[in-house]
């Protein structure tokens, strides 16, 4: 099958200057939602007509099963679809889809491919209690559908007919090219209809059948802010809807945002205003409280986060306890019930198990063993203003609060660093290391006094 999916139009409503298809619905281009869907359907061409900042939906969504056909001007959906042409194959029925309707899934494309065969034109339609805007499907006495009418060339009776059309088209290859070199633009809105082929194929003898999408949702385009809006819930809805089916725990379901791919375990607890980005995997009984954001990281056994935490590129072992207000950032590797607390931010490190750094920290560019302290207002100096240092702590170590770590520097097993340490050095095993200015006081000093108001 060949599938040709438009994508030329400007989307003026969107008051943007992204073309319109690129909008994201959960994170990805509402284009590249309708392209990993006709995939699913192993098209053996798929093109996608562009006009409406071209260069950028390329770079965008380019990969090397897709081919592009340029529109340059926006005649109407027919001639859209006759830039597609030179780049299908004849011997195979083509399917059109919509850059801006995202949310078609493959099932409904499914039945209307089936109910169509290799012979018949298919289109998927619905009944709209408000159809304003749409093209009509009339049909004749029998039932068949004769043609489609759009709104602005309707009549009064034929505007009132419910059954619209979706836009989602199914159709033999070679007939479709002799039915759009006969299109005329002598209508309404003066544009070359692909709806006019409907009435092509029964003048043709070619039996059109319909078929109807398992949700209304699945056809709504995408035309305006409000209707990204509205699609993008729509989407999170669904998402949620099959996490709580899962058996995820969902505070509410519908304050959850997946933008991209999350899979969990058994028992696993989401609380409000999380976002999920990338592929976020949360093992078995895995907390999260409410209001973090997490992309790409993989979450262990048993393991908390407190509220407000930020996850990036990071993994955390079984039975971490993290946050609240943690910041965990790309290259972060955390062992078994390891504890990151308020105001800790973590990067490029590696921490083994049992350690904790509970307040305040920075551990940046750092290998930790098991069982460290890192006290309160620790940081490392991994960065000299050209070189980012590593910091190697290993096992057993306590280091005193408001300590700097000046990379690069080891602090061996079962050391101990005095609070306020400046290390510059070394320190050896099993020792106390510090360094501290001798603490002094003064006698006779007076605390100055302010000249009395008169
Ligand atoms: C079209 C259908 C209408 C249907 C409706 C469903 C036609 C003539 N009418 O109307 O029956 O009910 O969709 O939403 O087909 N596009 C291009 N190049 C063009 C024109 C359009 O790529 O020259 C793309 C647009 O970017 C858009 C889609 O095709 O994604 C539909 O175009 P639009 O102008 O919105 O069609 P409608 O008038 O809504
Ligand atoms: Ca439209």
Redesign the pocket.
Known sequence: MNIVI??????KRMNSALP??LHPVAGQPMLAHVIATARTLSPTKLVV?V?HGAEQVRAAVGASDVQFAE?A????????VMQALPLIDDGQPTLVL????PLTSAATLKALLDAAGSERLGVLTVEMSDPT????IVRNAAGSITR?V??KDASDDERAIRE????IIVCPTARLRSWLSTLRNDNA?G??????TIERAVQDGVEVVSAQPAALWE?L?V?SKVQLAEIERIHQRNIAQQLLESGVTLLDPARIDVRGQLTCGRDVTIDVGCVFEGIVHLEDGVLVGAHCVIRHAKIGKGSRLQPFCHIDEATIGPDGRIGPYARLRPGTELGEDVHIGNFVEVKNSQISHHSKANHLAYVGDSTVGQRVNIGAGTITCNYDGANKLRTVIEDDVFIGSDTQLVAPVTVRRGATIGAGTTLTKEAPEGKLTLSRAKQMTLDGWTRPVKPAKK
């Not at 438009?6 to 989307?11: D, H, I, N, R």
């Not at 919509?98 to 309707?101: E, K, L, N, P, R």
């Not at 805007?133 to 009509?136: A, E, F, K, L, S």
């Not at 544009?191 to 006019?196: A, G, R, S």
């Open positions: 438009l994508a030329a139009g400007m989307g319109k298809v007509v006009g529109q001007q926006q005649l109407g959906t027919g001639h859209a919509y850059g801006d309707v805007g749409y093209g009509r489609i759009e709104q619209i059309n979706t836009g809105q544009e070359y209809y692909l709806t006019d056809t385009g035309n």
